[in-house]
């Protein structure tokens, strides 16, 4: 494959998934705020900002709106909404020819809807519904492309695309949210209570937690279930062997080494992810275990550039 076209399919695919994240995100968060007193949303929508790598702005007042229009439609911020659904188009314009038609008109269409909204459009209205319309397309989408094409390298970046770019944004949000509220220090009697509840919400998780433990929310069991469950898509382990599973499959039919940079990294990552348990990770500094996490996946991406796509030529004729 062209690693000009992998390059697009990958990005792509985590414009995509960075956008349906935050919109699950503010979703989830302007829930809260209708629960909460009148101090707490302030530095929960701080944390917001954080979780969502928003760059700094001094004049932004840490409110429903202000938050909301920065995180969906202010063009300023390149992780915003609008911008990243017009990114992941963009690239998807450059390979239209590797995906399906159907992919492009989901996509296209999901660009136009949002190119119709603004921030008092929806906020007049119901905002739930535009962030709901946001993770349904985006949802959408990748039904769509697990349906419409073939299941080829192209497919396999997209994945990788996909994965490492929620691997990233669940060990930003789980760190963020434990340098608050340590799992230690909750009980259910607590106010803690609805931040853990809010904390499953923004995975997606809640209801998938309460099959697998009960609806008595433990801190201990949130951060295992979110960390280690190797059959939830929104858990690291689900993510981090998904990203393997793609490389290798990127590498079969490439012919890449087994030995190479970008699986040993991968493979790293997996092993840790198979044998660490949430004891081990509470035990440690948990800023530094997922600080670690995210460095190990911006290894991997780099690795992966250097093995697919920006590779020398000498190296892709050797």
Known sequence: MLSRV?????????YL???????????????LALESNRQEPVSRWGRLIDALHVPPKEDLTLDEYNVTHRLAFDQSNLNSIVVCIANARENARQVREK?????WLQLNTLYLDLRRSSIDGIWNEQPHLFFLAIKNGAHLFQGITDTTMVHD????????GRYIERALSIATLLDTHLSVYPASRYTSETDDYFEWLGLLKCFTAFEAYCKVYNADLRSHRIVEFLMYNSEFPHAMRFCIEQLQTSLQAISDSASVSKNSRVHRLAGKLRSGMSFDTVDDMLARDTHA??????DQCAYIHSALYETFITYAVDTALG
Do not use: C, P
């Open 6 to 14: 992998a390059d697009n399919l990958y990005w792509m695919s985590r």
């Open 17 to 31: 998934e960075r956008a349906e994240h935050t919109a699950r995100l503010v979703d989830v968060h302007l829930n």
């Open 99 to 103: 995906i399906s038609s159907e992919m």
């Open 153 to 160: 390298e192209g497919w396999q970046f997209i994945q990788v």
């Open 289 to 294: 275990y997922l600080k670690d996490i995210k």
